[in-house]
């Protein structure tokens, strides 16, 4: 749900995702941040950045969403934002089983850059995409065992049908925010919060 609460207070809390190029991480936020679909999408060049305020079981959240560059060429150039992540989503291409079989080494590598300070607890989301097309290389049953051997969840949709896109980023806010909820109280004792009042009276703000 979009919010205009002018004086509320808000956490942040961010998600990253990875995956080969061409599997539709942009597709999919584009999707999910601006509710629409182009063809014409052009290659992430290092790291995209966009933000989306949503409302999270009573929690105001702004949600700051980093679509990296799947080729080797761009990859380093999201690896730094790989520790400030609270959440990741692996993306692959359900057409494309060189795709699925790459989600091992983007996990791995995620782990290795991120350094969470839990990592066998830290949350993944998987996404399956492309569920519109006919050439299926991947199915259900196959993504589905490789999350339940990770830990990890699953979905799979379409961004160019606008199939489950919302439910897997809810689902990763959401494991984001508990993540970022639990780490923040571990390392600081209280939650980090963005003042959301109007420029004009922000200088009186009290939070």
């Not at 290092?46 to 761009?74: C, H, M, S, Y």
């Amino acid at each position: 749900m979009e919010l205009a609460l002018g004086h509320e207070l808000w956490v942040t809390s961010t998600l990253i995702l990875i995956g080969n190029s061409g599997v539709g991480k942009s597709s999919l936020t584009t999707r999910y941040v601006n509710h629409n679909y182009s063809t014409s999408h052009r290659a992430t060049i290092g790291i995209d950045f966009v933000t989306k305020e949503v409302e999270l079981d009573g929690q105001a959240v702004i949600l700051e969403i980093w679509d990296t560059a799947g080729t080797e060429r761009f990859k380093s150039l999201g690896t730094p934002m790989y520790r400030w992540s609270h959440c990741c989503l692996l993306v692959f291409d359900v057409t494309s089983s060189a795709s699925f079989s790459a989600m091992e080494e983007w996990r791995k590598e995620f782990l290795t850059q991120g350094d969470p300070p839990d990592p066998s607890n830290f949350p993944f989301i998987v996404v399956g995409n492309k569920t519109d097309m006919v050439n299926r290389e991947i199915t259900r049953e196959e993504a589905s065992q490789w999350c339940e051997q990770i830990g990890a969840q699953y979905h799979e949709g379409s961004a160019k049908e606008d199939v489950h896109v919302t439910k897997a980023f809810l689902e990763a806010a959401r494991a984001g925010l508990r993540q970022y909820k639990k780490h923040t109280l571990e390392n600081t004792g209280h939650f980090q919060l963005a003042c959301k009042q109007p420029r004009e009276t922000r200088a009186r703000c009290q939070c």
